[in-house]
């Protein structure tokens, strides 16, 4: 019986040992993760700011080209297009993350365009800087005239979506 107690008590020793081995392990794991994500990750991550319009565009300020803000008026779903002037006097969505979605989806000939014939990386809310400079509008106009007008207006929606972020990629 007295040997009994004393393999109890030995396993009891090796199993609190593993379970602190395990719980060291475990919060060693987690703050890697943590550090992986906010760290590493993060900046990758362009979170927009919903709130950062301060009052409703006015289509008399000229800030937007008539041909973009008649195609952002003549959308599907044009109140997720809705327009706002941030404290900077810039243009931006009022709720960006749909109008991102929502101008992929119209304008969804103009970034496959850049995807499959020009090689570029895949547009994304997060990887999207290329796909608004001029040099990749261009080619994609030069390769492609039928798109010039979507093209362009898709820049400028890209453009406006740009000032509703913290940074860029």
Do not use: C
Not at 92 to 118: C, I, M, N, T
């Amino acid at each position: 019986m007295d040997e009994l107690k004393q393999k109890i008590k030995k396993y009891g020793k090796i199993a609190i040992i593993v379970l602190i081995i395990l719980a060291i392990l475990g919060i060693a794991i987690f703050a890697l993760l943590i550090y992986a994500f906010f760290g590493v990750l993060m900046p990758y991550y362009n979170v927009p700011n919903d709130n950062k319009y301060v009052t409703a565009y006015d289509p008399g300020s000229g800030l937007v080209s008539q041909a973009t803000y008649d195609a952002l008026i003549n959308s599907k779903k044009a109140k997720k297009l809705e327009l706002g002037v941030n404290k900077d006097g810039q243009v931006v969505f009022q709720h960006p993350y749909k109008a991102f979605g929502r101008a992929a989806r119209e304008y969804k000939a103009v970034w496959k365009y850049g995807d499959k014939k020009l090689k570029m990386k895949h547009l994304s809310r997060t990887f999207y800087m290329d796909y608004k400079t001029d040099e990749v509008i261009n080619q994609i106009i030069e390769a492609n005239p039928d798109l010039k007008g979507d093209a362009k207006i898709y820049q400028e929606i890209l453009e406006i979506y740009s000032h509703s972020y913290n940074k860029h990629r």
